[in-house]
């Protein structure tokens, strides 16, 4: 730390507390903006075109279509908040969806049990990745992108080809396609997000993105936050591999890959920093929102589905731009 | 009181080290130390820079191991496997450079660990404002905002943070190393008025400082410690005797003498106008042949005078000419192709300096690839012969000029630097505290390498933490405090103290 | 510090080309004449384009960066390629001058995202790859546009296949890429100042360096060798095809990492990502000559990445 010219003290004079809110949270309020705008603008260009405002199974649909992006991406980002990078999240997606495909059968306790075991495979696959990158003081990136090629490896093993069968229940259950009542999950992992982030291993968490030799020297074991970190999100794309499978009623040992650079993009559209230590898991859920809204948004709009990836690349970096941009004013060049 | 050496084990000492020794990559930070501090005391620790003193409080705190000796704690040797561990045993430690959390929200910096916690366990976020608010109020800090950002606060809040953040924790045995670099004056005060609260009650204080009126104001007890070894403890001693022991008795025969700046000299960098807070201005200029000593206390503009005459930013404002024509200096390339050249050695070699895991031969020829460059391609050869004469003609200590330059010594490696611009021929170095954490027969080197440099007409701006150095090195020295300068100090009257004296005139 | 006459860099690629030359030796075990003459170029041909792509991955790297629009820019190459030429050899050098062009524009455009507007590389590249997709995409309809179907040029397809010294044109043409890399990286101005940044870019700066000039032209050169791989696939397959550029980021990486290369940058070689490329094409090879099904593959490659990180060592930053 360089010695900086010693500044007078600033007195007494404070910032209300909504300023210190706004100034933290730019991340967050931003995402939550462009959220809104985007279900504003695609709320109108609906009415225009339907004469009618987006109903149930508009809402439905969104919600179930963003489920698996949105768990997927509080899993990354737990993840980024240390300062990490998770790449596997396609490959624990892959596996999961497989292994959903093949034993979820039977009745009702049999699938809540076979359900906590690929919860469980995916928190294993976490935590390898947390040991390789936690003891081996290896780069996440490099780690995580190997990881993701064995994972991708062992769900086409157990799942060849695409099939397998969800029962309807399981899929009732997951993603009623009737009412967005998979809200209620959503709300759930924001609830456990607020306990997480108010707890010691959130507080652990954050302060290793931050800096981690400062925490090392303020008590905090790393090395153990970081593996809790990668198994928790090992866990939580896992269970978006589960809701993958039930609104698609059947496995795919590839449906996943994509989902390691949507979470990435997911959780950079909800404010969190990429190099750790800031960020918020409901802004990772906006984010999710947001890219499924763009889809959205881009079909009304009648542009040709052909260039939906260059719209949604070119929305990432302005949207990336302009947010350091706004949080710099907000924070008054600080 | 007596002015004579107390034994360290007089009292019982509740904290210490037994004859430990630490060393980083070859360099010895402590060899052999033994020291203890006891109960209820101020204990000043007091060295130049590179004496061990931060080693020692890394060691006690916790921090580090050490390579040979040991810990003591209650007259035992213990082992302490890291900050928590000390922290379990009582020790509290403020370490020099600051460990708060950037991201993180003051309180919750202050109470990490101990926060408000809901009959569930989890943190009581809005509590955790309030109590941190309350538990600051306590120790007589109204002026910091619990709510606001530790990157959003001043480096003299965070410094107070950071101590707070120790005191509330109650330790048996409190450390603080340069707790007070960038406090001002009535910060100063305040720390000194909870030192002695905790004091009373018995707590054990280790604290060290540059601010020599700062350790007789505070201390019960003072160890001086050179080159890694303590020299002595004392109740009382008086400033000459204190610095004759910190350097060594070095007497002024150990600097090489300096030849005068010859009459006429060309100026070959002048400043005018200058300022590094937009809004005082000063102004100075440097001759050719001239070793220009910048001193003050840290954290008084220093490094931005140093950076900003680079370009790396720029100054606030200030029209620099060298060679008597104005140049502009945006960025680092300008301020090398200036005129003469301008050089700059940075404050840390490591991470501003060196490209630690090439070659020295790469270090070296960094800055003039171009000149040694045909289409592009390296001249291999003359990189080669420029890098084993510069070797040779500096006595950098390296098996091969292919060796990684982070194999190399602390002193080595700076001379690496200094001679990167050698071999750029630039004519004006500016070099910031060059001998820092380099041992005492390189550093020796180094003096006699700038008084060389200054006899062939190189202009030299200088910065050194070590007042002692200034004085003996420099034709003049300017003293700055807050971002101006206070003082302009010739060779009659240039001293040691003359410049602790006006670089503390405030401060005292 | 152990003694060792050679450096951890220089053991780092050696260990690469030790594990290709023993794959191609398992190979022969395995199955007899998999190490002859016309086996072994045919895998080194295929080891080609991973590496060429490796290249441009390498130099962004080396400061520390990652691209992950080599996928798309791979796959636009390749279609502007024949879409441009038409298949015939009169417009062969109009179109690839054409598609180089458009790889080095999308490079560049990512380092400019990258130094200038401050996009982490991983956010930045990404857009990037779908912003190149949705552009092929669209502007072909889809691989449905008349010229999507046409073939490479001849002269394009010769300088792959075409075989000199009874070896194929495109590897001579890798074995020129190679000299020419690592000639620019360790003898070259440009390579010194690449090495300075990767290792320590404020050290570089205060040393007078143009850091974000620099860091700008090695996208470009990223997006280039994307390109020209792009190129000389159109020219080995006869045809664009959508996906075509999907496995080479993987491979791309991974190449860089067995060859060495430190991902933290400043470290490695573009001798040791070639030879990363061989090794990860060998073992395809090994694995095909036993009959691995895909997954079997997926998973070793993992397996051999990992293995190959934890045995060069931890990391020695920090």
Not at chain 1, 303 to 318: A, D, K, R
Not at chain 2, 422 to 437: M, N
């Amino acid at each position: 730390m360089p010695p900086e010219a010693a500044e007078p003290p600033r007195g007494r004079t404070r910032r209300p507390v909504l300023a210190h809110v706004v100034g933290q949270n730019i991340g967050l309020i931003l995402a939550v903006a462009i959220l809104s705008a985007s279900i504003v603008i695609f709320a109108a260009m609906f009415v225009v075109q339907q004469d009618r405002l987006p109903g149930s199974f508009e809402i439905t649909s969104t919600v179930n279509n963003t489920m698996p992006l949105a768990l997927a991406a509080i899993g990354q980002t737990i993840v980024v908040l240390t300062r990490g990078i998770d790449l596997s999240v396609g490959g624990v997606i892959d596996l999961t969806n497989a292994l959903a495909a093949i034993f979820l059968t039977g009745g009702v306790w049999h699938m809540a049990v076979v359900s906590v075991l690929i919860v469980l495979a995916g928190g294993v696959a976490g935590l390898i990745n947390g040991l390789i990158v936690g003891f081996g003081r290896l780069q996440p990136i490099v780690v995580t992108l190997a990881t993701l090629s064995i994972l991708q490896g062992l769900a086409i093993r157990v799942l060849p080809t695409p099939g397998g069968s969800i029962p309807a229940g399981y899929t009732a259950f997951l993603v009623n396609t009737n009412a967005p009542t998979a809200l209620c999950f959503l709300a759930l992992a924001a609830l456990g997000w607020m306990g997480f982030r108010r707890s010691r291993l959130g507080v652990d968490v954050f302060a290793i993105g931050n800096d981690e030799q400062a925490a090392i020297a303020l008590g905090v074991k790393a090395l153990r936050t970081k593996i809790i970190a990668y198994t928790i999100g090992g866990m939580l794309y896992a269970v978006a591999g589960l809701f993958l499978a039930a609104s698609a009623t059947g496995g795919d040992a590839t449906t996943g890959d994509d989902y390691t650079l949507t979470s990435i993009v997911a959780v950079v559209l909800g404010g969190v920093n990429l190099f750790g230590g800031r960020g918020s898991a409901v802004g990772a859920i906006c984010g999710a929102f947001i890219t499924t809204m763009i889809v959205n948004i881009l079909f009304f709009a009648h542009i040709n589905p052909l260039y939906q990836s260059f719209y949604e690349g070119l929305f990432l970096v302005i949207a990336v731009v302009f947010g350091a941009l706004i949080g710099r004013l907000v924070r008054g060049g600080r | 009181m007596s002015e004579a050496p107390v034994a360290p084990a007089e009292a019982a000492g509740v904290v210490g080290v037994r004859v430990v020794s630490k060393a980083f990559g070859g360099v010895h930070a402590l060899r052999g130390a033994s020291f203890a501090a006891c109960a209820g005391e101020v204990h000043g620790l007091v060295g130049e820079n590179g004496a061990g003193k931060s080693t020692l409080i890394k060691l006690l705190g916790g921090r580090l191991p050490p390579d040979t000796g040991s810990v003591m704690l209650d007259e035992r040797a213990v082992r302490l496997s890291g900050t928590a561990d000390a922290a379990r045993h009582g020790i509290g430690t403020v370490f020099q450079e600051l460990t708060l959390l950037p991201w993180m929200s003051v309180a919750e910096n202050l109470l990490i660990g101990r926060e408000p916690r809901s009959a569930i366990g989890l943190i009581r976020r809005g509590a955790l404002a309030r109590e941190a608010e309350a538990v600051l109020a306590g120790l007589g800090i109204h002026h910091i905002d619990p709510r606001a950002l530790a990157a959003e606060v001043s480096l003299a809040e965070r410094q107070i943070i950071e101590i707070a953040r120790v005191i509330i924790r109650r330790p048996r045995i409190l450390l603080l190393d340069e707790p007070t670099s960038s406090l001002a004056e009535r910060e100063v005060e305040w720390l000194f008025a909870r030192i002695r609260e905790l004091r009373d009650q018995g707590t054990s204080i280790v604290f060290t400082s540059h601010r020599w009126n700062e350790i007789t104001a505070i201390a019960d007890r003072i160890t001086i410690f050179r080159n890694g070894q303590e020299v002595g403890t004392f109740t009382t001693i008086d400033e000459a005797k204190a610095i004759t022991l910190m350097t060594g008795r070095r007497v002024d025969a150990l600097y090489p003498s300096l030849p005068p700046v010859p009459d006429g000299a060309p100026a070959a960098l002048a400043l005018a106008h200058g300022s590094l807070d937009g809004r005082t201005e000063f102004a100075f200029s440097l001759a050719a042949g001239e070793i220009l000593g910048i001193g003050g206390l840290a954290g008084q503009g220093h490094r931005e005078l140093f950076l900003g005459l680079f370009g790396a930013p720029a100054l606030r404002r200030g029209r620099i000419s060298v060679g008597g024509k104005p140049v502009r200096i945006a960025n680092p390339a300008d301020a090398i192709r200036a005129g003469f050249g301008i050089a700059l050695v940075p404050e840390d070699r490591k991470t501003e300096g060196l490209l630690l895991s090439l070659p020295v031969r790469d270090n070296l020829s960094l800055p003039l690839l171009r000149r040694i460059s045909r289409l592009g391609v390296i001249r291999g050869g003359a990189e080669m012969r420029m890098s084993r004469e510069m070797i040779s003609g500096l006595g950098i200590r390296t098996p091969t000029p292919m060796q990684p330059v982070g194999a190399l010594s602390g002193g080595n490696q700076q001379k690496v630097l200094v001679g990167r611009w050698l071999l750029a021929e630039s004519r004006i170095l500016l070099l910031y505290d060059v001998t820092r954490g380099v041992d005492v027969a390189t550093k020796h080197e180094i003096c006699e390498l700038m008084v060389r440099l200054a006899g062939e007409g190189k202009a030299i701006l200088f910065y050194s933490s070590d007042t002692e150095e200034l004085a003996h090195l420099c034709h003049r020295v300017l003293v700055l405090r807050g971002g101006r300068i206070a003082a302009e100090l010739n060779r009659p009257e240039l001293t040691a103290e003359s410049i602790v004296a006006a670089a503390m005139r405030d401060a005292a | 510090m152990k003694r060792l006459s050679l450096s951890p860099d220089a053991l780092r690629v050696l260990a690469a080309y030790g594990a290709a030359v023993l794959l191609f030796v398992i190979g022969a075990f395995v199955h007899p004449g998999f190490a002859s003459f016309g086996s072994i170029t045919s895998i080194l041909l295929v080891a080609t384009f991973v590496g060429l792509v490796a290249a441009g991955q390498c130099f962004v790297v080396l400061v520390g960066g990652i691209d992950l629009s080599v996928p798309w820019v791979l796959n636009a190459a390749a279609i502007l390629l024949a879409t441009s030429s038409l298949g015939q050899d009169s417009r062969a050098a109009y179109a690839v001058v054409l598609t180089l062009g458009m790889g080095l524009v999308a490079g560049f455009a990512n380092g400019v995202g990258v130094v200038w507007l401050g996009v982490p590389a991983v956010v930045m590249t990404l857009a990037m790859n779908g912003i190149i997709e949705g552009l092929a995409l669209g502007l072909t309809g889809g691989m449905t546009c008349g010229a999507c179907a046409s073939y490479a040029p001849p002269v394009i397809a010769a300088s792959v296949h075409d075989v000199w010294l009874g070896v194929p044109a495109a590897l001579w043409l890798w074995l020129v890429v190679i000299l020419i890399v690592s000639f620019v990286l360790g003898l070259t101005r440009f390579g010194r100042i690449t090495y300075a940044i990767g290792n320590n870019p404020r050290a570089a700066y205060l040393a007078g360096i143009n850091v974000s000039l620099t860091t700008v032209c090695l996208y470009g050169l990223s997006g280039l060798f994307s390109a020209l791989a792009g190129i000389l696939l159109v020219g080995f397959g006869g045809q664009a095809s959508l996906g075509m550029g999907t496995p080479y980021l993987f491979q791309s990486i991974a190449a860089v990492v067995i060859g060495g290369v430190s991902i933290l940058g400043g470290r490695g070689n573009y001798l040791g990502a070639a030879a990363g490329a061989v090794s990860l094409t060998a073992l395809v090879s090994v694995l095909l000559a036993l009959n691995m099904p895909d997954y079997g593959r997926s998973i070793i490659y993992g397996v051999v990445i990992l293995a190959l990180l934890l045995l060069y060592g931890r990391d020695q930053r920090e």
